[in-house]
């Protein structure tokens, strides 16, 4: 009789305590459930007052959301012991839950990444693959934690050190590019649109991307130049301030009147659209040449018109010079002799 009331009791005391472990698990599940919407409606709310919208929107809410939700799931069936049994060393629950945080973790860098993309840009560009890059790498460090692979982090390490020596040789280039390419976004030599001169390569800089650099020839060509090369190389951005000078050698005969070449050329500036006045155009002789006394014009145009303006300078100083009966002599050329030369006429 005794030993039956003790079961009883034993009995009883075992489902109190799983009536209480119950409803510790539903307590911990409708915890999760309440701070997983209030966190998923206070990003929404923040999504239309912030600048920062590729990360706070509805789809990172909706992630995060679904993470809580399930994170706070797992913790429940974990209370009552569901999920105690282990592989290798590790509870199955801390490693479903490392796997679910990198998981979601992922998500959230590529939902970011691809609207930062969408917004478009060479800094666009640049700045999601390095969030992206970021948050799965920290991802990664986190679940191993969860995951109580801390102790075997050392090891891990090691493993992964000596794989890299091993593959380092081969994707140095890969990697030279990209830091190169991150070092460029923030020293920002150029920009999508820019005309410049890379090496040997000169047209519109058609797009700009984590380990290369597109340039659209003035022939129309597409080059691509690994931004390694790119960063190493001298890099003339013929954009990048708004005026830009042109510069231009004229000869004039050497039995012309200097100071009217010059004064016809400045009046010829004068009258060409887009010189600008300040700085001063400047008109000078530049040398004496073997054929012809050179005159320097320098002319300065916004940037963007820059050539059309060395074009109409060509042109029209042509066309002055002529009016005024200037001179553009030919290369000459006087032969001395020695000795007198016999000719022979018939």
Do not use: C
Request: net charge neutral; charged share 25%.
């Amino acid at each position: 009789m005794v030993e039956m009331l003790q079961t009883t009791i034993i009995e009883g005391i075992k489902n109190q305590t799983m009536i209480v472990e119950v409803l510790k698990a539903l307590a911990i599940i409708l915890f999760g459930l309440v701070v997983g919407e209030l966190i998923r409606k206070w990003i929404i709310s923040l999504s239309r007052s912030t600048k920062y919208v590729w990360i706070f929107n509805e789809e990172t809410a909706k992630l995060l959301w679904r993470f809580i939700l399930v994170a706070s799931i797992l913790s429940g069936l974990d209370t009552l012991g569901i999920l105690e049994f282990k592989v290798y060393g590790a509870k199955i629950s801390s490693l479903i839950g490392a796997a679910l945080l990198f998981y979601f973790a992922y998500l959230i860098g590529r939902k970011a990444q691809d609207y930062w993309v969408a917004k478009g840009g060479a800094d666009a560009q640049i700045k999601a693959k390095v969030f992206y890059y970021t948050i799965v790498t920290l991802a990664f460090f986190l679940a191993l934690n969860i995951a109580g692979f801390t102790g075997k982090l050392t090891t891990i390490v090691a493993a992964a050190g000596i794989t890299g020596i091993v593959l380092g040789f081969s994707a140095q280039t890969v990697i030279a590019n990209l830091i190169s390419g991150i070092f460029m976004y923030f020293d920002k030599p150029l920009e999508i649109g820019d005309p410049v001169e890379v090496g040997e390569y000169s047209g519109i800089v058609h797009d700009i991307r984590v380990f290369s650099t597109r340039i659209r020839t003035w022939d129309g060509l597409l080059v691509r130049i690994p931004n390694e090369k790119l960063f190493n190389s001298e890099i003339k951005n013929l954009a990048k301030y708004p005026a830009r000078r042109v510069d231009v050698v004229v000869g004039i005969s050497y039995a012309d009147d200097v100071e009217k070449a010059v004064e016809v050329i400045k009046r010829t500036l004068d009258e060409i659209p887009y010189v600008l006045a300040e700085p001063e155009p400047m008109v000078f002789v530049e040398e004496l040449g073997d054929s012809s006394v050179n005159l320097a014009i320098r002319a300065w145009a916004p940037s963007e018109k820059w050539f059309d303006v060395r074009v109409e300078i060509l042109k029209r100083v042509k066309k002055a010079l002529d009016e005024a009966g200037i001179e553009i002599p030919f290369p000459q050329q006087v032969n001395w002799f020695a000795d007198e030369l016999k000719v022979k006429l018939e």
